[in-house]
């Protein structure tokens, strides 16, 4: 068993526990009875942030349709777990975790993207200026520090290293350490790590301060792509497929709003979103904001979306060859952009 693949292995235990849990209760919200549709939606938010479906209420998109703050998610497979077992109607993570979830058994479909990865929205994997690290193979018995294991940040380390020469079984000789972002940059400045994993306002403010250069990032390896997706039960969509699209629609048209509208318009927005809803958040975040990186018209989803994602936990051996479809795990059926 690969060193690297064990965190991401325990977390796929965690998330089984939590699909058959999902299969087995089935509490997810299906409809207020007699038929009827739900018209409001359970969600958690994100502390000084402006998500897309909190966008689109404000925009005007989602109709009649209400979102209801149920609180704010500690993570992304945290959000998509509480979607599965019908503590929230709703919920997004990184698409590897998602693959997870599905295919531990989780009654879920991711529906539409939200988060992505572009020219002005990406991870980079930092070194110092005069470190001797500028290959794959310098990074041999070296620490990189990221926010969390078994995902993104890991899983885009190791694609670069497999392209670079690794083989599956010497993925564990990088050492990956779990460190909060807010503390990466002066543990890469104090040589306590030798790669720091930085983005958005953190990765701004580290590379104006100089002394640090990038190794790769993300848009560098991988272009512009999709990361994240919106999942909801399956029985949700079922019972629900009238608020399914609006809600699914509305995101969409929230996507594209964000993606042709100035930014300095989005940013203002955001602020008064955050002011309205009177959580007594700083918005001072939302200033660095320069795109959410869906790659897609609209959000819309794709094989492509997922492939990368379940290559990579088939290498790990968190899947079996040929467990999953891509195409299996998602649906544009409810996004009704440009259709």
Known sequence: MP????????????????????????RATASSGGGTETRKLRYQGTVGQVTLPELAEDLGYLGDVKLEWVGNTISGPQDIQSAATGQTDFGGAFNGAVVKLIAAGAPVKAVISYYGVDANLFSGY??????????????????VAMNTLGAHSEAVLDTYL?????????????????????????????????????????????VAAGGIRPLLSDFDLLG??????????????????TTSKTFVTGVARAVEWARTTPRE?????????????????????LQYWKSFGVAEPGGRLGDRTFQIWIDWLTTHGDLKQDQLKAADLYTNEFNGYGS
């Not at 318009?265 to 975040?285: C, Q």
């Open 224 to 241: 512009s792509f999709s990361a994240g997706t919106y999942v909801l039960t399956n029985r949700f969509l079922k019972a629900n497929p």
């Open 126 to 143: 930092y070194v110092l200026e005069d470190s001797p690290i500028r290959s794959a193979r310098d990074l041999v018995g070296k620490k």
């Open 162 to 206: 497999q392209r670079n020469g690794f083989a599956a079984g010497e993925l564990g000789r990088v050492e990956r350490i779990v460190l909060p972002p807010v503390n990466t940059e002066q543990a890469l400045r104090q040589k306590q790590i030798e790669v720091a994993v930085l983005g958005g306002i953190l990765r701004d403010k580290a």
């Open 265 to 285: 318009e989005v940013v203002a927005r955001s602020v008064e979103i955050v002011r309205k809803r009177g959580r007594n958040e700083d918005t001072a975040t």
């Open 3 to 26: 060193a690297a693949a064990q965190p991401s292995r325990r977390h796929f235990l965690a998330l089984s526990a939590v699909a058959a849990a999902a299969a087995a209760c089935g």
